[in-house]
């Protein structure tokens, strides 16, 4: 999964999302005197171009969330914000499943602003991020998220 640790200029984009995901690259990029990691578009454009992979990876399945949490999660211990760009961040109901594992800063095309904006202005977000918690703390790994955040959306009357 590509991530940049931005320093002063686009020049000293660092790739570190593995040594985040190992709990060292965040505190690391803050030493080295980073500002930020951003997850890019490549990392979570799975089937982008390929109809075949289309089919085998959910970006909003139990491992992958449990992986960009993790991510989001070592930015949060030591202060380094991270931010999530491209298309996952421009649905609405995986903008949702962002938010609700701790993402605070997202990117995304402009034509995707108003429906994701209109999710974002119904969400309880306490709510949820219970909900993802127990979702992603279950010992099932196959478990259907997808499932329980149109779930919540529908409970909750939240449009996606």
Known sequence: MPAEV???SPRHRLQRAPAVLAGQG???AQAQGSRRVA???EGTAGDRGNT????????LSVPFLRALKQIV????????PV???GELAGRPISAMALLGIGYRSISMSPASIGPVKAMLTELPLDQLTAMLETSLAHP??????RADLIGFAETHNIPL
């Open 6 to 8: 931005v320093r002063d």
């Open 26 to 28: 965040a505190s690391q």
């Open 39 to 41: 997850i890019g578009g």
């Open 52 to 59: 075949q992979l289309a089919e085998r990876f959910d970006p």
């Open 73 to 80: 999660d070592a930015g949060n211990r030591v202060g380094t």
């Open 83 to 85: 931010t999530l760009c």
């Open 140 to 145: 099932n790994a196959t478990r259907n998220v």
